[in-house]
């Protein structure tokens, strides 16, 4: 699969999520930046707003098998990743699979889960893989988490580590809908049984892993190269944080710049590609002084005040 063929199965994709998902255009194209990226997304968004209709309809539409998992204090890493049951007729231990082995796993509001049942998702998540009682089992192919957290509820949760948060590709939230959008979600809401809409599948599983692939084609120029650099660089030396992006959040702004350039059907790299994904990919690897917290800093304004300083190179388009 080409740039041009990967930009228009991406393009129906969306529109196929759009026909459940009441949604900005760029909401969803970040998801499907995750997607293209080979990475995992984070949306932290308050309740109602539509987070796991638009999980489900994003594994639908991509043709891929989808599993939730709803995160409780009490929930065990084996409820997540699986465990070992003793099959009493073969008089030997059988691995029963956890709901992680999908393609797409919905990890809802992961920040209930205590600590160690978040630690399990991290080798899950980095190395497509689990591991129980010694022996490991590999994770379907291709394998997303979309994780949800509520930014506004703190009783009862434990915020994730700055090691785990590191491992999505991309963070971002849905929004409120403008006055058109809530109207069409009442309007689609009205005359109809099922509460949730349908969407049909796009792609194939394998037509996914093609598409997948194909950003590692996309140019990148050398000047585009030391750009994305001097921004990681940048956030580490910015007064209001304690902690600047990492060079595994260096190596993510490429990736998701590789495929925002997917989705526009261009065969290379733009500033704008790096300015437009740098505050979803950046913002949460960050971590404030605590004058930064007690000033309420933003860290989606320290991305920008970042991309305001640091000098765009001139990229010549072919």
Known sequence: MDIPEASEACGDVLAEVSKAVI??????????????????????????????????????????SFSRVQF????????????????????????????IFANVVLADEINRAPPKTQAALLEAMEEGQ????GETHELPKPFLVIATQNPVESEGTFPLPEAQIDRFVVKTEIGYPDADGEVELLRRRV???????????????????????????????????????????????????????????????????????????????????????????????????????????DKGDVVADVLGRVEVPTVESE
């Open 72 to 99: 409780t204090p009490d929930l065990l890493p084996s409820d997540v990743t699986g465990t070992n049951i003793f099959n009493e007729r073969e008089k030997s231990f059988e691995f029963s699979e956890g709901p």
């Open 23 to 64: 949604a900005d255009r760029e909401f969803l194209e970040r998801v499907m930046i995750g997607v293209l990226a080979r990475g995992h997304v984070l949306l932290e968004d308050v309740p109602g707003m539509g987070k796991t209709l638009s999980a489900r309809s994003v594994a639908t539409a991509l043709g891929l």
């Open 130 to 133: 689990v591991t129980v009682d």
């Open 191 to 297: 005359g109809r049984e099922a509460r949730s809409p349908s969407v049909g599948s796009v792609l194939s599983r394998a037509e996914v892993l093609d598409v997948r692939l194909v950003p590692e084609d996309v140019r990148v120029d050398e000047d585009l190269l030391r750009y994305m650099a001097e921004v990681a660089r940048a956030t580490r030396v910015d007064r209001r944080v304690e902690v600047g992006v990492s060079p595994r959040g260096t190596q993510r702004l490429l990736e998701a710049s590789r495929a925002r350039a997917v989705l526009s059907a261009r065969e290379f790299v733009t500033p704008d590609d790096v300015k437009r994904v740098s505050p979803a990919v950046l913002a949460h690897r960050l971590v404030l002084t605590p004058d930064a917290h007690v000033n309420d800093v």
